[in-house]
Structures are given as structure tokens and as C-alpha cells.
């Protein structure tokens, strides 16, 4: 079955950095429109970057900060976080989403960036 598996999270002070992975089975990551989204408490849900085959989006919020990126050997998905603010403090989540427009969420993983 399809399966998403988050890592990397944890605690940073302001300006460092993180790695985000999401480890797929079931599927293989460059068939699907993959992407990282955020949830802060108190808020909605947003989406921070995806990629697909043909391209990658990102927030602007996160422009020139975060990058998203493929291995489809590893069918992994990361998200590398640089400069991180107290306000990228969040539950963070992988999903994938088919061309059938199946979608798929991961288990979520916490990045905490506080001095």
C-alpha cells in the first residue's frame, strides 16, 4: 500500500538549517505530484513546495530559503530548509497525490526553530 514517511524534524535556532525527508512506498515519486506542507498551530494547513515532472513550485514565503528535491532511486523527497525564522515552526507533511487525483498524507514531522 502507499506509504509516506517524514524525518528530519526537530529543533533549530533562527538562521540554521534542516533537511526534510519523506521516504515513499507503494508508488514511485516522480509518477506523482509530491509535495511539503506546513501546518503552525492555530492555522491552516499551507503548501510550501511541490514537484512534478515538469517543474517546482514554491511559497513565497519561502523563496530562496527552502528547496524542495527528488531522488527516485531512493523514491525520497526532501525539502532542505536554510535560514529557518521562528515562524517556519510548524508540523510538517509530505503528500503525494496521483494522477487519478489519489492523495496521500504522511505522518507529519515537527520542526521547532527557537532560541
Known amino acids: 500500500q502507499v506509504q509516506l514517511v517524514e524525518s528530519g524534524g526537530g529543533l533549530v535556532q533562527p538562521g540554521g538549517s534542516l533537511r526534510l525527508s519523506c521516504a515513499a512506498s507503494?508508488?514511485?515519486?516522480?509518477?506523482?505530484?509530491m509535495s511539503w506542507n506546513r501546518q503552525a498551530p492555530g492555522k491552516e494547513r499551507e503548501l510550501v513546495a511541490s514537484?512534478?515532472?515538469?517543474?517546482?513550485y514554491t511559497a513565497d514565503s519561502v523563496k530562496g530559503r527552502f528547496t524542495i528535491s527528488r531522488d527516485n532511486a531512493k523514491n525520497t523527497v526532501y525539502l532542505q530548509m536554510n535560514s529557518l525564522k521562528p515562524e517556519d515552526t510548524a508540523v510538517y507533511y509530505c503528500?503525494?497525490?496521483?494522477?487519478?487525483?489519489?492523495?496521500?498524507w504522511g505522518q507529519g514531522t515537527q520542526v521547532t526553530v527557537s532560541s
Open positions: 503528500k503525494g497525490v496521483s494522477r487519478a487525483g489519489n492523495a496521500y
Open positions: 507503494g508508488f514511485t515519486v516522480n509518477s506523482y505530484i
Open positions: 514537484i512534478t515532472s515538469t517543474g517546482i
